[in-house]
């Protein structure tokens, strides 16, 4: 990831780490309702006809390439999201979904993988975008990196006593 300190905080304090994800995550924030709502369903299918000589191919909800463009859009990404999977025993969907709902502000990075494991892998893996819609850890990191921005966010914004 390539976040930049203005120098005017300490590098991971928490409000370096607002003010480097409260701008990307924004991005993503109009995408939860839809995210949510599309929990537990399917939002691609295979198109496959007897009339073309070729594979089925996977075709996406709008609404989901338009979640991934916009995800893609950010400095959210890292490659190297391999080592969040093992630093912190990541094998399956339940134990993702855990550790997102145990995260603190200091996981941000942590959760940044997650979320870069499920649009990365998409981009070469068809299946892996729609499951991660259906099991609901698009959702949820999203959600919990609003949370996280919001809460500490507000905590900095407010006046000393």
Request: aromatic residues 10%.
């Amino acid at each position: 990831m390539s976040f930049e300190n203005d120098n005017n905080v300490n590098e991971n304090s928490v409000e370096d780490i607002v003010s480097r994800y409260r701008p990307e995550v924004s991005k993503l924030v109009p995408y939860m309702r839809w995210l949510q709502e599309n929990a537990k369903s399917e939002v691609a299918s295979s198109y496959n006809s007897s009339d073309l000589k070729s594979m089925p191919f996977p075709v996406y909800d709008s609404n989901l390439l338009a979640f991934v463009k916009a995800a893609q859009s950010t400095n959210l990404l890292d490659r190297n999201y391999v080592y969040v999977y093992s630093r912190n025993r990541l094998n399956t969907a339940k134990d993702e979904l855990l550790f997102i709902h145990d995260a603190e502000i200091r996981d941000m990075d942590d959760l940044a993988g997650i979320l870069s494991k499920y649009i990365l892998s998409g981009m070469t893996k068809g299946t892996v975008w729609a499951e991660g819609v259906r099991n609901g850890v698009l959702y949820n990191v999203v959600k919990k990196m609003d949370e996280l921005c919001r809460v500490w966010g507000r905590e900095n914004d407010r006046p000393l006593a």
